[in-house]
């Protein structure tokens, strides 16, 4: 069965210093993966998404980044992180050109 | 794009009583519809989809209706129970174009009294 890790659980970072999320999969070839972030309260907003290893489409501008180095691994990175980049990060997959997507338990990253 | 609408914002029942929410979605083109529950500190769980070719599915205490025509949707939960307070999404997308993301509503914490 396929299943989906996302690390670290918790994060307080500084402002102003790096970040790096990691997110795999298992169990499954050529999934498509996504970045969501989730303000307190509200809903799932699109980040990123990725069709396959090194393809990465973004949804928003902003102070993030992401890559796929390899087909099961989806990384969202900053160089400098903003007190705005808090929030619930949340990682999925879905199976190419279908649903549904399955979540990750998700990262909450606090900046101080 | 895609704009998707969830109502209501909270939800208190009684244990054993239904719970109903409804979701509006603006592109008729859509065409996937999928219900996920979630859990305080938890990532969104998969409950129940459905597709355009269907009105209406259901599994267990839990059910989907979906009316194209006025584009809504809406989750039905019979006999609900205690451990089905979470924070409920519902979601949108167009199958088979180049967009493969979800577009979700705002999110309906139900809340079940015992």
């Known amino acids: 069965s396929q299943t989906i890790h996302q690390w670290p659980a918790t994060l307080v970072q500084p402002v102003g210093s790096p970040l790096s999320l990691e997110c795999t999969v298992e169990g499954t070839s050529n999934p498509n993966l996504y970045w969501y972030r989730q303000a307190a309260g509200r809903g799932l907003q699109l980040l990123f998404y990725s069709v396959g290893i090194g393809q990465i489409s973004s949804e928003v501008p902003q102070n993030l980044s992401a890559s796929r180095p390899q087909d099961r691994q989806f990384i969202l990175s900053s160089k400098k992180l903003l007190l705005s980049d808090s929030g619930f990060y949340l990682c999925?997959?879905?199976?190419?050109?279908?649903?549904?997507?399955?979540f990750g338990d998700g990262t909450r990253l606090s900046i101080l | 794009g895609e704009n998707v609408e969830q109502h209501p914002s909270t939800l208190s029942v009684q244990e054993g009583d239904s719970a109903v929410i409804k979701c509006t979605y603006s592109?008729?083109?859509?065409?996937?519809f999928p219900w996920y529950k979630q859990e305080l500190g938890k990532g969104p769980q998969l409950i129940i989809d459905?597709?355009?070719?269907?009105g209406e599915k259901k599994d267990q205490r839990i059910a989907v209706t979906l009316n194209k025509t006025a584009k809504h949707f809406s989750l039905h939960i019979t006999e609900t129970q205690p451990e089905d307070s979470a924070v409920y999404f519902c979601?949108?997308?167009?199958?088979?174009?180049?967009?493969?993301?979800?577009?979700f509503g705002s999110g309906t914490r139900l809340q079940v009294q015992p």
């Open positions: 999925a997959w879905g199976d190419t050109g279908n649903q549904p997507q399955h």
């Open positions: 979601a949108a997308l167009t199958l088979d174009t180049g967009r493969r993301a979800l577009t």
């Open positions: 459905i597709r355009s070719n269907v």
């Open positions: 592109d008729s083109a859509s065409n996937y």
